[in-house]
């Protein structure tokens, strides 16, 4: 009853922990959840600027049509909006897209933007924040944005422009970009988490396929590119060109990522397509990037290339997806399933790159991010089941390893351990480190296997090996060679002293087990006991305690333990 009641309160105990963290976890989440997205506190004042802007002519402008109309970019374009600053702490908070943009209020210029980048920057500070503060007015105020593109062939664009209380507009930002930044940190921790699992097997020297880091690579890198897309990095740590030079590096190993996954996972003429598709990514990746960083070329002008190599990856993923989806469950379960992820992917992909070069920037790396974790939510679940397996089989196999090094009778080590062991105790020796090597011998085990059974004998040794353990705890090894034999080896930095403290241990141990009146034997142990310290080699110490230990056995006959 009592044992049942206690599982009982077991039982409710864990079902209240369980019940208690995930309430505390989605409380959690709700409180984010309701405060970035829900709970929005209406401000004095918040208000978008994306329209109402003219042009010095009067005319309406689309913050999207800045272009330079010279191959050098540095044409400047002024556009015009009427504003009222109000309250004290108004903010103006806007992003510049592949351009540069000082701000004039009332004709004064009040934040001039830092147009010289270093070379490997390129032309262009990529997603450039502006914040300023502008004093509070009754009457309007005529705010002016000059702006100069960074390319010819594509124009500058100006978006996330807001004028209000600093922390209002600053809500506003975040809020929309938190859910897409969260995913790709994620997806980005996952990636580096493959990555480390990788090294780890191998340096446990566990079989482990490259795929495991070929993918980890893979997420790893497009998450990054994909997570800089979400601005927030820019936003809340500044530096845009950092940021900016990191997506473009990203993006351009991304291809070489995924066909190095490829080569190795696919088979035939398959197999082939992706050494060449790898080869070619490769080349791309280094040429590309060293024309940016030394300034001969812009990232911008030479990531043709790059999105070329996107779309031919797509027949590569979605070959990949169905070699994962065979290895997974039968292959006729999921082909739908890996049919419709492809077609998102091919979608998403061809979406993404078309918006790009259209220069619509708002919304692309959105779509690439859907495609990105519909491939790898198909490769993380097969690898991190592999990673499951491949550490089952290890465990597996460390037990039957361990199995094989211990006697099952007392659960020390035998001698296949002993021999196993034995090129660290010889590598101890040729150090001059000291060692101790004790041979011992159970006295009359053939007297009680005879007299009293094979029962009481395997009693008797598993006494003397209780003895032992409790004898030499630390600093030593115990091995049972086999019937009645007995080793020790004590690898303490002073071994004589190991030793004297052990065998005073064990013969206490004997006296008080020679007490109990049921014992129906008396344990004798003899032993012997020899020191080496760079004079003798183990055989030989070994030789010389067994010597020792006969010595002491014959004394011990002539008296009593």
């Given at each position: 009853?009592?044992?049942?009641?206690?599982?009982?309160?077991?039982?409710?105990?864990i079902?209240?922990?369980?019940?208690a963290?995930?309430?505390?976890?989605?409380?959690?989440?709700?409180?984010?959840?309701y405060?970035l997205?829900?709970f929005?506190?209406?401000?004095?004042?918040?208000?978008s600027?994306?329209?109402?802007?003219?042009d010095?002519?009067?005319?309406k402008?689309?913050?999207?049509?800045?272009?330079?109309t010279?191959k050098?970019?540095l044409?400047?374009?002024?556009?015009y909006?009427?504003?009222?600053p109000?309250g004290?702490d108004?903010?103006l908070?806007?992003?510049c897209?592949?351009?540069?943009?000082?701000?004039y209020v009332?004709?004064?210029?009040?934040h001039?933007?830092?147009?010289?980048?270093?070379?490997?920057y390129?032309?262009?500070?990529?997603s450039?924040?502006?914040?300023?503060?502008l004093?509070?007015?009754?009457k309007?105020?005529e705010?002016c944005?000059?702006?100069?593109a960074s390319?010819y062939?594509?124009?500058?664009?100006?978006?996330?422009?807001?004028?209000?209380s600093?922390d209002?507009?600053?809500r506003?930002?975040?809020?929309s970009?938190v859910?897409?930044?969260?995913?790709?940190?994620f997806?980005?921790?996952?990636g580096?988490?493959?990555?480390?699992l990788?090294?780890y097997l191998?340096?446990?020297?566990?079989k482990?396929?490259k795929?495991?880091?070929?993918?980890?690579?893979?997420?790893?890198f497009?998450?990054?590119?994909?997570g800089?897309?979400?601005?927030?990095w820019?936003?809340?740590f500044?530096?845009?060109?950092v940021f900016?030079?990191i997506?473009?590096?990203s993006?351009?190993v991304t291809?070489?990522?995924f066909?190095?996954?490829a080569?190795?996972r696919?088979?035939?003429?398959?197999?082939?397509v992706?050494h060449?598709?790898t080869i070619?990514?490769g080349?791309?990746?280094?040429?590309?990037?060293?024309?940016?960083?030394?300034?001969?070329?812009?990232f911008?002008?030479?990531l043709v290339?790059?999105?070329?190599?996107?779309f031919?990856?797509?027949p590569i993923v979605?070959k990949l997806?169905?070699?994962?989806?065979?290895?997974?469950?039968?292959?006729?379960?999921?082909?739908s399933?890996i049919l419709i992820l492809?077609?998102i992917?091919?979608i998403c992909?061809?979406?993404?790159?078309?918006?790009y070069?259209?220069g619509s920037y708002?919304?692309?790396?959105?779509?690439?991010?859907?495609a990105?974790l519909?491939?790898?939510?198909?490769?993380i679940?097969?690898?991190?089941n592999?990673?499951?397996?491949?550490?089952?089989k290890?465990?597996?196999?460390?037990?039957?390893?361990?199995?094989a090094?211990?006697?099952?009778?007392?659960?020390?080590?035998n001698?296949?351990?002993?021999?196993e062991?034995k090129?660290d105790?010889?590598?101890?020796?040729?150090?001059?480190?000291?060692?101790?090597?004790?041979?011992?011998?159970?006295?009359n085990?053939k007297?009680?296997?005879d007299?009293?059974?094979?029962?009481?004998?395997d009693?008797l040794?598993c006494?003397?090996?209780?003895?032992?353990?409790r004898?030499?705890?630390?600093?030593?090894?115990t091995?049972?060679?086999?019937g009645?034999?007995?080793l020790?080896?004590?690898f303490s930095y002073?071994p004589?002293?190991?030793?004297?403290?052990g065998i005073?241990a064990?013969?206490?141990?004997?006296?008080?087990?020679?007490?109990?009146?049921?014992?129906?034997f008396?344990i004798?142990?003899?032993?012997?006991?020899?020191?080496i310290?760079?004079?003798?080699?183990?055989s030989?110490?070994?030789?010389?305690?067994?010597s020792?230990?006969?010595?002491?056995?014959?004394?011990?006959k002539?008296?009593?333990?």
């Open positions: 009853m009592n044992l049942n009641a206690n599982k009982l309160f077991q039982t409710i105990e079902l209240l922990a369980r019940i963290f995930l309430l505390v976890l989605l409380f959690s989440f709700a409180a984010i959840f405060k997205f829900i929005m506190p209406a401000p004095d004042y918040l208000q600027l994306e329209k109402g802007w003219v010095e002519n009067g005319k402008f689309s913050l999207g049509d800045f272009d330079a010279t050098d970019g044409v400047s374009q002024r556009i909006h009427t504003v009222t109000e004290i108004t903010a908070i806007f992003r897209r592949n351009c540069f943009a000082n701000v009332d004709g004064q210029l009040v001039e933007d830092d147009m010289e980048l270093a070379a490997m390129g032309l262009s500070p990529g450039r924040w502006h914040r300023l503060s004093d509070s007015s009754d309007p105020v705010l944005l000059e702006v100069t390319f062939d594509s124009n500058g664009l100006i978006d996330n422009i807001y004028i209000g600093s209002a507009v600053s506003k930002i975040t809020t970009r859910p897409g930044f969260i995913v790709n940190t997806m980005q921790l996952i580096f988490v493959l990555i480390v990788y090294a191998r340096l446990r020297a566990k482990v396929g795929d495991l880091l070929y993918l980890g690579c893979a997420t790893f497009s998450s990054q590119w994909s800089t897309e979400t601005l927030l820019q936003f809340f500044g530096h845009s060109e900016h030079l997506g473009y590096f993006l351009a291809p070489l990522a066909g190095l996954l080569s190795y696919l088979k035939g003429k398959m197999q082939s992706s060449l598709y070619v990514s080349i791309n990746a280094i040429i590309i990037s060293v024309l940016n960083v030394t300034g001969i070329l812009e911008h002008y030479s290339f790059t999105h070329i190599l996107l031919l990856l797509i979605v997806m169905l070699s994962y989806a065979e290895d997974l469950a039968n292959p006729g379960s999921s082909t399933v492809s077609g992917l091919a992909v061809a979406s993404a790159v078309i918006k070069r259209n708002g919304s692309f790396s959105l779509y690439a991010r859907i990105i519909s491939f790898l939510s198909c490769l679940i097969y690898q991190l592999q990673i499951a397996n491949t550490f089952t290890s465990m597996k196999a460390d037990m039957l390893h361990d199995l090094l211990t006697d099952h009778l007392t659960e020390l080590f001698r296949t351990a002993f021999n062991h090129p105790y010889e590598h101890l020796i040729d150090s001059f480190s000291p060692l101790g090597i004790i041979q011992f011998d159970v006295n085990l007297k009680v296997n007299t009293l059974g094979h029962e009481k004998g009693q040794i006494s003397v090996s209780e003895g032992l353990k004898a030499f705890p630390e600093s030593a090894h091995y049972r060679m086999g009645d034999e007995f020790t080896v004590i002073d004589d002293s190991t030793y004297k403290a005073e064990l013969s206490a141990y004997c006296e008080e087990k020679n007490k109990e009146p049921d014992l129906g008396r004798q142990v003899a032993h012997g006991y020899t020191l310290k760079g004079n003798k080699s183990l030989e110490a070994m030789e010389e305690a067994d020792l230990m006969y010595e002491n056995k014959k004394f011990l002539m008296s009593r333990c």
